[in-house]
Each structure stands twice: as structure tokens, then as C-alpha cells.
T-cell receptor, first 112, second 111 residues
Framework: DTEVTQTPKHLVMGMTNKKSLKCEQH?????MYWYKQKAKKPPELMFV???????INESVPSRFSPECPNSSLLNLHLHALQPEDSALYLC???????????FGNGTRLTVT | KNQVEQSPQSLIILEGKNCTLQ??????????LRWYKQDTGRGPVSLTI?????NTKSNGRYTATLDADTKQSSLHITASQLSDSASYIC??????????FGAGTRLFVKA
């Protein structure tokens, strides 16, 4: 089992819905990441939090809003998404910027 | 431009056979290189990590090599099993939070 837990595993939402993805790790890692992965493509970085502060935003549209309530939790708030936002959303954590990424199993998001 | 290229794009082998996956990178500065295995619908799992001074590292049936001069890495899988069917992703870090991913090699192991 992965040490990074993501919920829900699957999510179907309409374009007017508001939903949130959740990620949790208890490894004491101080960096947490959101990635988006389309089928047969590598993960694409969206956001990085370091010590609970937003460190990197890869020019992600504002309909995606990250939140890091504490060092163990990372949320991704979704609002007014488009069908092309359908993808596997992966959360990852690392001890520091050079340490290995530990991925969760992702949330499979479908926007209808 | 920082890039990681993998070959082949896909590979089909028979159970029990060996195979080698290739990764070429043009990333500067170079911090470390990792190979990840990703099963369909799941998150990537780290197999090995290679730093600048390491040439070979093994993890069970997986052996990774790194040639920092030619900027090439390989992942050799010995005595393949059906459960080895997955995507194998070469990932390079250049000292920051950003990670450069290769497109992956999709391996299919057939009985």
C-alpha cells in the first residue's frame, strides 16, 4: 500500500459542481505536490507546497485551487471545470527538493 | 532545454525473458535520476535512484546503470514476470522541486 493516501479514488462531476480532492501523508515530508496525468502521458506538475507554503504554481487555471491546511494534508479544490480537465490527479510528497517523490494512487476525475 | 527521452516507446516480451529500457537526458544541472514503475490506474512507484557518482544499482530483478558522461541510463529487468507489465518512467531532478519526466516505456509481458 502507498504511504500517500488520496481520496476519492474516482470522481465524476459536472462543469458547474464544486468538489475537492484530498491527499494525506504521515512520513514527515515537508514538500507536497499535485500532478495531472493524461492517458499514456507522463505526469505534469501543477503545484508544489514547501513547509505549507505555495512554492510553485505552474500557471494552472484558477478553477484549480490548492490548499495545504497542515504539513500532512494537501487539498485541491475544483470549480467550474471543463471536460478536458478529466485526468488522473496524483499527489506526491518528498522529504526535501532532492529526495524521491512518493506518489499516491491518484484520483480518476471525469468532468461531464 | 531540459529533456528526458526514453526508448523504446513500447515493448512486448515473453515471460522469463530479460529486457533493457533506455533513457537519455539533457538536464543541467544534474542532481539525480530515478526509475519509476507505474501500473495502469495507479501512482508511480520508485524502483531505483542514481546519483552522479553511481554507475550501477540493483533492486531485486531490476538493475539500473548510469553513464554521466554520455547522459544515458538503462533499466535492465531480469527473468520478467507477468506483473512486470507496466509503464517505466525515467525521471531526472536538476536540484529544484521540478522534476523532468520521460514519456515512459510501456512494457507488456506475455505468458
Amino acid at each position: 500500500d502507498t504511504e500517500v493516501t488520496q481520496t476519492p479514488k474516482h470522481l465524476v462531476m459536472g462543469m458547474t459542481n464544486k468538489k475537492s480532492l484530498k491527499c494525506e501523508q504521515h512520513m514527515g515530508h515537508r514538500a507536497m505536490y499535485w500532478y495531472k496525468q493524461k492517458a499514456k502521458k507522463p505526469p505534469e506538475l501543477m503545484f508544489v507546497y514547501s513547509y505549507e507554503k505555495l512554492s510553485i504554481n505552474e500557471s494552472v487555471p484558477s478553477r484549480f485551487s490548492p490548499e495545504c491546511p497542515n504539513s500532512s494534508l494537501l487539498n485541491l479544490h475544483l470549480h467550474a471545470l471543463q471536460p478536458e480537465d478529466s485526468a488522473l490527479y496524483l499527489c506526491a510528497s518528498s522529504q526535501d527538493r532532492n529526495s524521491p517523490l512518493h506518489f499516491g494512487n491518484g484520483t480518476r476525475l471525469t468532468v461531464t | 532545454k531540459n529533456q528526458v527521452e526514453q526508448s523504446p516507446q513500447s515493448l512486448i516480451i515473453l515471460e522469463g525473458k530479460n529486457c533493457t529500457l533506455q533513457c537519455n537526458y539533457t538536464v543541467s544541472p544534474f542532481s539525480n535520476l530515478r526509475w519509476y514503475k507505474q501500473d495502469t490506474g495507479r501512482g508511480p512507484v520508485s524502483l531505483t535512484i542514481m546519483t552522479f557518482s553511481e554507475n550501477t544499482k540493483s533492486n531485486g530483478r531490476y538493475t539500473a546503470t548510469l553513464d554521466a558522461d554520455t547522459k544515458q541510463s538503462s533499466l535492465h529487468i531480469t527473468a520478467s514476470q507477468l506483473s512486470d507489465s507496466a509503464s517505466y518512467i525515467c525521471v531526472v531532478k536538476n536540484g529544484g522541486f521540478k522534476t523532468i519526466f520521460g514519456a515512459g516505456t510501456r512494457l507488456f509481458v506475455k505468458a
